[in-house]
């Protein structure tokens, strides 16, 4: 009887570590300031899916090496920042992928985010558009978390002060983004169609600036935080 006794109380030790476990990473979520909070920069598409292609310029890989800036940068706040992927990986399609399965990968990447307790999730993009005069950063969010709208507000601007542009972030419910669990945005670097930001994009120099950016935004929404 008294081992029933025992993993009836073991169990409910669990329960309240994991109910504290939770509390803990909700209470740093939403808490002032960048040091050691946990990003999580998805870097779009990967492998079989390599997103926009213009001539031999792979979205994909843009996506992966702006992502390795951006962790640079981060990290050099004081954040912890990961990936979730590189070239190779479990999130990454060896193969052409159906909509279920593309839908599927995505959720994944969400759910990575989560295993890492991740306090903000970043994707990583790259735009294409029929016109190449489409040019410039876009922000997309959706409004499932009520943070979202303040940490694309503050990386909106600082791509627009990148790229002197003007552009509006935008709201829609992309499905790597759709979630509540942590302040996520999806991040159009810039404009692969666009011959001044495909230059940017494709060199080196111009990705880390343009990382540069992107961390400053975040930056400032986590200063924005309320105290603790
Ligand atoms: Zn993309």
Redesign the pocket.
């Known amino acids: 009887m008294w081992v029933v006794g025992v993993i009836f109380l073991l169990s409910i030790c669990r329960i309240g570590l994991n109910k504290y476990r939770e509390y803990a990473w909700q209470e740093e979520m939403y808490h002032r300031g960048i040091k050691n909070k946990v990003i999580v920069i998805d870097p ?2 990967g492998g079989a899916d390599p ?2 292609m213009v001539g031999s310029l792979k ?1 994909a890989d843009i996506n992966l090496s702006l992502a390795r800036e951006l962790k640079k940068e981060l990290e050099g706040t004081g954040a912890k920042a990961v990936l979730t992927r590189e070239d190779k990986g479990p999130l990454v399609p060896e193969k052409k992928m159906s909509y279920v399965q593309w839908m599927e990968n995505l959720r994944r990447r969400r759910e990575f985010a989560l295993e890492e307790k991740g306090h903000i999730l970043i994707s990583i ?2 735009n294409a558009n029929n016109s190449k005069q489409a040019s410039g950063g876009i922000v997309y969010y959706t409004q499932f978390n009520k943070n979202n709208m303040r940490l694309a507000s503050n990386i909106q601007e600082q791509l627009n002060l990148y790229w002197g542009a003007d552009n509006d972030m935008l709201e829609k419910g992309l499905s790597v983004i759709a979630w509540d669990k942590m302040p996520s945005v999806l991040v159009e670097a810039g404009f692969l169609t666009n011959p001044r930001d495909r230059k940017v994009l494709s060199s080196y120099a111009g990705r880390k600036k343009l990382a540069r950016a992107i961390a400053v935004g975040i930056k400032q929404y986590c200063d924005g935080l309320p105290e603790q």
């Open positions: 779009g598409h997103g926009a979205e993009h790259g």
